[in-house]
Nanobody, 121 residues
Framework: QVQLVESGGGLVQPGGSLRLSCAASGSILTIYGMGWYRQAPGKQRDVVATITRGGSTHYADSVKGRFTISRDNAQNTVYLQMDSLKPEDTAVYYC???????????????WGQGTQVTVSS
């Protein structure tokens, strides 16, 4: 089975930085798009940033200029560098990936378990 595991969340002061990582493992042939989403209590899950296999990136307006998404295809890993963090960035952050498994011709969309990011003084 394909698994996505996030790491790097925690508590940080306003203006601080965190780096999130998400590693995919299992019976994987190819990973296409990857991305980060976040969900605050009582709100819907929203896209934060996405990246194609070729490295094309897109960001939510609320994080442009502060967050950077990147990936390492050889390691099946996606990262989110978060700088100049604000209290409104507080949420559970989820990794997402569009994956073609080995021995299958159909893509699957996988989610990680989520990692808590709290920005507070």
């Amino acid at each position: 089975q394909v698994q996505l595991v996030e790491s790097g969340g925690g508590l940080v002061q306003p203006g601080g930085s965190l780096r999130l990582s998400c590693a995919a493992s299992g019976s994987i042939l190819t990973i296409y798009g990857m991305g980060w989403y976040r969900q605050a209590p009582g709100k819907q899950r929203d896209v934060v940033a996405t990246i194609t296999r070729g490295g094309s990136t897109h960001y939510a307006d609320s994080v442009k200029g502060r967050f950077t998404i990147s990936r390492d295809n050889a390691q099946n890993t996606v990262y989110l560098q978060m700088d100049s963090l604000k209290p409104e960035d507080t949420a559970v952050y989820y990794c997402n990936a569009d994956i073609l498994p080995k021995q299958l011709s159909t893509r699957i969309n996988a989610w990680g378990q989520g990692t808590q990011v709290t920005v507070s003084s």
